[in-house]
Nanobody, 127 residues
Framework: QVQLVESGGGLVQAGGSLRLSCATS????????MGWFRQAPGKERDFVAA????????HYADSVKGRFTISRDNAKNTVFLQMNSLKPEDTAVYYC????????????????????WGQGTQVTVSS
């Protein structure tokens, strides 16, 4: 069982930045595709970004492209989501997800594409 722990959420004004982290003790972390999703109140959980095990490949939702950056440090078993130019519509609970399958598959943007999930961290952007 892979345990994921998110941190870094909080309250920020529109235009500001936050950096989310997701850490695990999983020793084969570098083998896992990692993703970030978010869920706003009353809405479905949506894909935000994904990164391959090596960190070479990334993929973003159109709504965050150019503002958010996903990265990972395999030596520290941690994946990051740098969020810049935040908007009120970015307000949501952000979830980290992991899957041992490769990056190049059709389910990379789907909830069913990830086997393990964190508990989430709240991000609130005020206008």
């Amino acid at each position: 069982q892979v345990q994921l722990v998110e941190s870094g959420g909080g309250l920020v004004q529109a235009g500001g930045s936050l950096r989310l982290s997701c850490a695990t003790s999983e020793r084969t972390f570098r083998m896992y595709t990692m993703g970030w999703f978010r869920q706003a109140p009353g809405k479905e959980r949506d894909f935000v970004a994904a990164i391959s095990g090596s960190g070479t490949n990334t993929h973003y939702a159109d709504s965050v492209k150019g503002r958010f950056t996903i990265s990972r440090d395999n030596a520290k078993n941690t994946v990051f989501l740098q969020m810049n130019s935040l908007k009120p519509e970015d307000t949501a609970v952000y979830y980290c997800a992991a899957d041992p399958r490769g990056f190049l598959r059709s389910t990379i943007r789907e909830i069913r594409g990830y086997e393990y999930w964190g508990q989430g961290t709240q991000v609130t952007v005020s206008s």
